[in-house]
Every structure is written in C-alpha cells, then in structure tokens.
C-alpha cells in the first residue's frame, strides 16, 4: 500500500532505494508498464544527471521518474522538459519559504536564491522505423532535506531545509504530490495549445534572460547574451560582432548578482 495516491491516469511504484528510478523506469517499460507509471524511490545509488554526471541521491530529497509511452516526435522532447520544469518550480515555490526567490535556468534546473534545488534528466528510446519515440522516461530530483556540496566550478547547489522551509514545506510526499498535478496539467495545455503557454510561463520565471551568461559545452565555454528561447526551447545566444548561436544543449552560468530575472 503507497503512502500517497496520485490522480489518474498515474500509477505510483513506490521504492525503498534503486541504483535510478530513470533505469528502473526504462526496465519496466521494456516489460510493458503502461503510460504515466511513477517509479518513486527513498534514495538511489547510481543516480544520474546531464551530460554523465552524477546525481548525489541522499535519503530525504524526491528522486522520481515519469514513463510517458505517448508517441512523441523528437522535436517535442525539449519541450515536455519545458513542462516538466514548470511543473516543478510551482511546486518548489508552494514548499519555499515566503519571499523566496524561485527561478528556472535553461534548459530546465529550478533554483531557489540563485541555487539550483532540482534538475530534470529526460531520457528517450527512438523507434527506428517511426522517428517517434517509443517511451520516454522524465527523471525528476528536487533537493528537500540535504544537498551535496558541489565540485568547484559547478552550480551552486541548495535544498529546501537549507532555505528554511518548515513544516509540509519538507514532506517528499508533499512534493511529489504536488508535482504530479502541476504536470498533469501542464501536459494537458501543451497538448491543447502547444508550446506557447509553456514557453511564456517559463519566461515569466527565467533567471538569466536578456543578460551575460557563460554557456559551458562539452568542448568550449561561450559567453553572449542570452537573447531569446526559440520557439522549439534553445537558447539563442547573442555574440558580440558575430552570428547568433542557437544551443539545444549545455550547461547557463549566470552571475550571481545578475539583474536578469
Ligand atoms: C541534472 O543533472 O540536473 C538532472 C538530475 C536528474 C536527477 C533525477 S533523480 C530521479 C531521476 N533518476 C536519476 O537517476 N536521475 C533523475
């Protein structure tokens, strides 16, 4: 029996600790799971984030993966993470104390105080012969009770505890709660109305837009102007006597005392 119930057409697995709820997902939709299984997990010993990093998964903080079996083209990936992120920073914002600042940074990290507190990992397997994907899986981890602390050079890293939060403000259940209904619903506006309503709701919360970032690529660190979110999700990068460049994927530094929200 799960300690919480989550709306239709949610279906909750709810674990003690996994290695990743993103590779426990991927392993139940191979056995056939249905669309919007949740696999909820205390903590994981082999999280992942972006890029191959890893994520630091401690019991205390939320580590959830979506299954999402609608066929999706590719396109629209980087725009459920849009979504997703939404999704997240409303619920961050009901847990966090009042007054404090929550903000999304590209592509889709929630920080509160300039801090990041959650990252989303979105994975896909493409079917070949369709050029749709035939699942995908949004891996979700928002820091509650602790965070790590974090390498030098990488993002400031927070929790919810550490900014104050009391009370239901730090119940995981809560969180999760929350979270599945502001997805649910952010799911259903993207699917009626499109991208638009997701893309200007991410506006209205973006840190860094229209000021100096630092773009860090696997190869390169690029800094410009954060000029605009094109209307597939990229970050359109503004340089300084040369072309714009438009980036589907990478890591936004911004200063901390950047004026840009
Ligand atoms: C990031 O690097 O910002 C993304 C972090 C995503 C972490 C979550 S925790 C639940 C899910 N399972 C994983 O292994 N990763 C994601």
Redesign the pocket.
Known sequence: MSSIELPSPFQLVELDCVD????EAKRLAEQGAPDCTIVWAKC?T??????G?K?V?DTGNL???ILLRMPYPMETMTQLSFVAANAVADAVSVAAPRGAFVNVKWPN?VLVEGK?VS???MEGEPDIKTGAFKYLVL???VNIANHPVVEEGAYPATSLAAQGSVGEGLSVEKMLDTLAKRFLAGVATWRNLGFGPIRRHWLARAKGVGGPVAVRLPNETIEGVFGALDENGALVLHLDGQPNRVITAGDVFISQNSPHI
């Open positions: 990743s709820t993103n590779a994981q082999s999280g992942r984030g972006r890029r990093r994520w998964s580590y959830f993966s990290d990041k990252g989303i990992l891996g979700i981890g």
